[in-house]
């Protein structure tokens, strides 16, 4: 009996050990209480309305949308038949949308995503205390995805802008949002990686967190331990539609610089160079005289833009601006975007095995219209693409390895090139089983292919071929 008693006074003292650990660690786990009381006041819904014309599409009375799932038990996906001139065949319909955002001052700006807003016909704002404001559009960057606007109102909450350069990896972060229109609804994860760079957005080096980031939360503050805003929610990486672990921010220092701008002018000036740039792979490292993949190569350098009058060629391989690296391909944009234009800055190349300085006098960006459809005369042909392409000289030929096609330059975000997937830096090699030679001829069967499939582009991207398939708009874009 002694023997049993003693085993089990060493069990008892066992597990209150264990649960002792247990409770500590329990109590060493952020308690978000107070960020929340303190924080979701200044947190907003926002809910816009825009009336778009209604394609009245054969078999469905939703405008060429899904079919709503109350439906599908009864249609499947095929409704019955529209019959011309009756209700919700054609003619014009709207659209709602839900996000979040949140106050920057007290007299009335608040800070969402520009793709929360965009296109909107009526924005309504509904504050913590539910009063409900009809808020206008200062400006809206969608480079960054930033959008400020304004509602009449002298005493709002405001939330505290933290420092998004100081997040580390591994750091509690919180988000309060209206995800699928829940009001203020709260989630907490930690950072998962830093200066994420996505399809697109090369002028944002977003935040990855695991916070759950569903529909309607675009736009909502994304929140330190000390309750300061370091980020912006703006991005999901979804296959269903909804949170699989992967969200994405834009840090509250990038955003507040263009919310400044946007407030100023109502649009955004950012430095430009005027290159077309590639990664450095291993293999061109060592070809460059480099001690390691880093940097950015300069694959071709745009006429009269502020690198050619600098002296930039076609090889260089940038590895600082004003003595910041250039870790890859990607950081280039970001330190040159946030240069304001005309200012000097200081180019470190590497050029011929050797480093050197380049000092170079920054430009603006040019007219998104402009920069996507240059200046040829094959002007319509660019804009229904959404690219900006230049032929290639047999010196770049030969540096990217191709006996034919034409170079990307860059790329509309919301054109039918960026949908098929290509990039800045890519070659052009057949279009739709054409081979193609230079821009006219490229020109030239973009005029000539079909509306109603998609057609297959071969493509050269950093020495290696590969399709894409890319559907053409029945329209011209404007």
């Not at 304004?150 to 988000?175: C, T």
């Not at 000390?226 to 909804?242: A, K």
């Not at 998104?368 to 690219?387: F, H, N, P, Y």
């Not at 540096?399 to 034409?406: A, E, H, R, S």
Request: proline share 5%; hydrophobic share 40%; with cysteine.
């Amino acid at each position: 009996m002694k023997y049993i008693a003693r085993h089990t006074t060493l069990w008892c003292l066992a597990l209150l050990t264990l649960f002792t650990a247990q409770l500590a660690q329990a109590r060493d786990l952020p308690d978000f209480t107070q960020l929340v009381k303190d924080a979701a006041p200044g947190v907003v819904n926002i809910s816009t309305t825009s009336t778009v014309e209604s394609r009245g599409m054969a078999g469905s009375p939703f405008g060429g949308q899904d079919v709503p799932e109350i439906f599908r038990h009864f249609f499947g996906d095929q409704m019955p038949p529209m019959i011309p001139g009756a209700p919700g065949y054609g003619g014009s319909e709207e659209r709602h949308s839900l996000g979040s955002g949140f106050v920057i001052s007290r007299d009335g700006y608040i800070m969402t995503n520009a793709h929360v807003v965009d296109g909107a016909d009526e924005i309504v704002v509904r504050l913590n205390d539910r009063r409900e404001l009809e808020a206008t559009l200062v400006g809206a960057d969608k480079k960054t995805d930033v959008a400020v606007l304004k509602v009449d109102a002298d005493d709002l909450p405001v939330l505290e802008m933290g420092d998004s350069d100081a997040l580390e990896v591994g750091e509690w972060v919180a988000a309060i949002g209206s995800p699928f229109g829940f009001d203020h609804s709260v989630t907490s994860g930690i950072v998962s990686a830093i200066d994420r760079t996505l399809p697109s957005d090369a002028y944002v080096p977003f935040i990855q967190t695991d916070v759950a980031i569903n529909p309607g939360n675009s736009g909502g503050p994304l929140f330190n331990l000390d309750g300061e805003v370091v980020g912006i929610n703006s991005q999901i990486y979804t296959r269903s539609g909804g949170f699989m672990g992967v969200s994405f921010a834009i840090p509250i220092n990038v955003a507040m610089d263009i919310a400044d701008q946007l407030k100023d002018s109502g649009h955004v000036n950012r430095g430009w160079l005027g290159v077309v740039i590639q990664p450095v792979s291993r293999d061109l490292a060592e070809s460059f005289g480099l001690d390691g993949p880093r940097g950015a190569l300069i694959s071709d350098v745009t006429d009269d833009s502020p690198a050619s009058r600098a002296g930039l060629e076609a090889g260089d391989v940038v590895l600082s601006v004003n003595g910041d690296r250039v870790e890859d391909s990607s950081s280039l944009p970001r330190l040159v975007g946030r240069v304001a234009p005309g200012e000097d800055i200081t180019l470190t190349v590497m050029r011929d095995g050797e480093r050197r300085d380049l000092d170079v006098t920054v430009g603006s960006w040019p007219d998104e219209g402009k920069a996507v459809t240059g200046t040829s005369k094959k002007d319509d042909s660019q804009v229904r693409l959404g690219i900006a392409i230049s032929d290639l000289d047999e010196q770049m030929r030969r540096q990217l390895d191709v006996d034919n096609g034409v170079l990307v330059r860059q790329v509309d975000p919301r054109g039918a090139a960026a949908a098929a997937g290509l990039s800045p830096g890519d070659v052009i090699v057949s279009f739709n089983g054409q081979d193609i030679e230079d821009t006219d001829a490229l020109m030239e069967a973009v005029k000539d292919a079909p509306t109603d499939r998609a057609v297959p582009v071969r493509i050269v991207r950093e020495g290696q071929s590969l399709f894409v398939a890319l559907r053409l708009e029945t329209e011209k874009q404007e």
